[in-house]
């Protein structure tokens, strides 16, 4: 059975997705369902799930930033959309979503995604099994599955072991590994993909400085502050702001606005 996870913010769309994925009759099992995507994200993390069908529309974290978040996870990421909103998914094909479905969405449309679906994955395991012998089980690179591993753990407190141990490396050899394939320490880089997630969390969410920095691992906000504006050249409240504003003007430029 493929595990699923459903994100919508209304919850009749949920009921309506659901009942699609049941009637499917596909080998699909729903482990639960979120009201947006940031919950999505922390679902697949706690459950490993294979694919999220998600709404397009959503706040704290819409479906565009999922994609993104996405981007270099196992998982899949299929798109629900309105007409009116439909060119707005399109724009995820660059973080690799490849199906969306128009609501309303019906049952044969449902069975029909998730087939196509199903196949690609197939296809998947077919030609990592080709590639085994060269490239690894997951058909990445040692240095590639490790960054996968830190993506997907930044929430909690990642160990150059636990890291070593994801690949099955002595954690002193993927030290001198990961410094001469990267050019920088392990420590380094899991600080700075920490950052680089806080920045994302400032701009596409709502959430508090505090509760952004609980999520990236730290229990100290003076710490993680004070670790951001070293990086970044300022505070988070103060990075959140100047790009907001940013934003703002370029939508006003683009739609001739002054």
């Not at 998982?75 to 009116?84: H, K, M, N, W």
């Not at 993680?224 to 504003?245: A, W």
Request: glycine letters at 6%.
């Amino acid at each position: 059975m493929y595990k699923i996870i459903l994100a919508d913010d209304e919850r009749w769309v949920r009921i309506v997705l659901r009942k699609a994925v049941e009637q499917s009759q596909l080998p699909f099992n729903i482990m639960t369902e979120c009201a947006n995507g940031l919950e999505a994200l922390d679902a697949l993390q706690q459950l490993g799930a294979d694919l999220i069908i998600s709404d397009v529309k959503m706040p704290v974290m819409d479906g565009i930033a999922l994609a993104e978040q996405m981007a270099t996870m196992r998982a899949s990421l299929i798109l629900v959309s309105g007409y009116d909103d439909f060119q707005l998914a399109q724009k995820a094909i660059r973080f690799g979503v490849k199906d969306y479905l128009l609501k309303p969405v019906e049952t044969e449309a449902m069975a029909d995604c998730l087939w196509r679906w199903m196949r690609a994955q197939e296809a998947k395991k077919e030609a990592s099994k080709v590639d085994l012998p060269e490239i690894g089980a997951a058909g990445l690179s040692t240095i590639e599955q490790v960054r996968q591993f830190i993506a997907s753990n930044l929430s909690r407190d990642i160990t150059l072991s636990d890291a070593a141990s994801s690949v099955h490396l002595n954690p002193s050899y993927l030290s001198q590994l990961f410094k001469q394939q990267t050019g920088g320490k392990f420590v380094d880089y899991v600080i700075e993909m920490r950052m680089e997630e806080a920045k994302k969390l400032l701009l596409k969410t709502s959430l508090r400085v505090s509760e952004i920095a609980e999520r990236l691992g730290y229990s100290d906000i003076s710490y993680f502050s004070n670790t951001f504006k070293k990086l970044s050249g300022c505070s988070p409240l103060e990075y959140r702001k100047y790009e907001v504003r940013t934003v703002e003007k370029e939508k006003g430029h683009s739609t001739g606005l002054s």
